[in-house]
T-cell receptor, first 112, second 111 residues
């Protein structure tokens, strides 16, 4: 999806390892989001950043931390990965909170 | 938290048939969105609805924002093989930044 770039696209970790997922957008959007997608569960919000300098918890924040590095970049960190965090992670952005979100193509993360 | 019930969970249809799927909520939403997700990609916005009763089309797709603000449906007419994918509804309350997603409808189209 043009405008929202996620890296890496795939990653395999061992339990206990740490990892930072990166998200960058070039649409000058104010708000950025991290979701996880599990089979049969839809997308669940982990953390979001309404604007540069702010972050807030979503539905499933435990085990994760985030950093809004600047307006363009929003990273998601797993300090000590657990098998339950095996999932596909999506970053999304919006100009403001009441507008549709635009998604990246995801990071597929497996934790053994 | 909010919950959206999306149905059906999956559909298997013949090319050329029409498709209908819907979402219901226990709470009121101010915005309803419909997304499509192809394998290995992120969700892509199909239609956005901002007003109760609103009916919006995008090509062969039509979606409606329910008058009670607790439901929405998506229709696809004359389905084609490239319609295959997972369709998600999502609701937004005001400007609180938090989208609530349905669990998706997996659509398979048999050529």
């Amino acid at each position: 999806n043009a405008g929202v770039t996620q890296t890496p696209k795939f990653q395999v970790l061992k339990t206990g390892q740490s990892m930072t997922l990166q998200c960058a957008q070039d649409m000058n959007h104010n708000s950025m989001y991290w979701y996880r997608q599990d089979p049969g569960m839809g997308l669940r919000l982990i953390y979001y950043s309404a604007s540069e300098g702010t972050t807030d918890k979503g539905e499933v924040p435990n085990g994760y931390n985030v950093s809004r590095l600047n307006k363009r970049e929003f990273s998601l960190r797993l300090e000590s990965a657990a098998p339950s965090q095996t999932s596909v992670y999506f970053c999304a952005t919006t100009p403001t909170g009441n507008q549709p979100q635009h998604f990246g193509d995801g990071t597929r993360l497996s934790i053994l | 938290g909010q919950q959206l019930n999306q149905s059906p969970q999956s559909m298997f249809i013949q090319e050329g048939e029409d498709v209908s799927m819907n979402c219901t909520s226990s709470s009121i939403f101010n915005t309803w969105l419909w997304y499509k997700q192809d394998p290995g990609e992120g969700p892509v916005l199909l239609i956005a609805l901002y007003k109760a009763g609103e009916l919006t089309s995008n090509g062969r797709l039509t979606a409606q924002f329910g008058i009670t603000r607790k439901d929405s449906f998506l229709n696809i007419s004359a389905s084609i093989p490239s319609d295959v994918g997972i369709y998600f509804c999502a609701g937004l309350e005001g400007s609180n930044y938090k989208l609530t997603f349905g669990k998706g409808t997996l659509l398979t189209v048999n050529p």
